[in-house]
């Protein structure tokens, strides 16, 4: 049983810094991607960031793209995000995923974790 476990959410000033984990544990094939989607306050889960191994690549939602970066420890099978120049509305919950196919979209990932809040707020 695939398993993901995210750490590292809480309140953070805007203008602020903070960084996720998620550590997967289980039968994760190496071709796996992981990927970062979160879900404001009232509004649908949206995509962040995505880093393939098999690729060497990572990809990112507009909105965070110049702001954020994915990477992952292959040792520790471990995938990280840094967020950087926070803004109110990155406040979300924050969840990992991994599936077969380095994708923007939800449906491709197929193991999810129970999510980590973030709010940005003065």
């Known amino acids: 049983q695939v398993q993901l476990v995210e750490s590292g959410g809480g309140l953070v000033q805007p203008g602020g810094s903070l960084s996720l984990s998620c550590a997967a544990s289980?039968?994760?094939?190496?071709?796996?991607?992981m990927a970062w989607f979160r879900q404001p306050p009232g509004k649908e889960r949206e995509f962040v960031a995505a880093v393939s191994e098999t690729l060497g690549s990572t990809k990112y939602g507009d909105s965070v793209r110049d702001r954020f970066r994915v990477s992952k420890d292959n040792a520790k099978n471990t995938m990280y995000l840094r967020m950087n120049s926070l803004k109110p509305e990155d406040t979300a919950v924050y969840y990992c995923?991994?599936?077969?196919?380095?994708?923007?979209?939800?449906?491709?990932?197929?193991?999810w974790g129970q999510g980590t809040q973030v709010t940005v707020s003065s």
């Open positions: 995923a991994t599936g077969p196919y380095y994708s923007d979209t939800e449906a491709d990932y197929n193991y």
């Open positions: 289980g039968p994760t094939p190496s071709y796996y991607a």
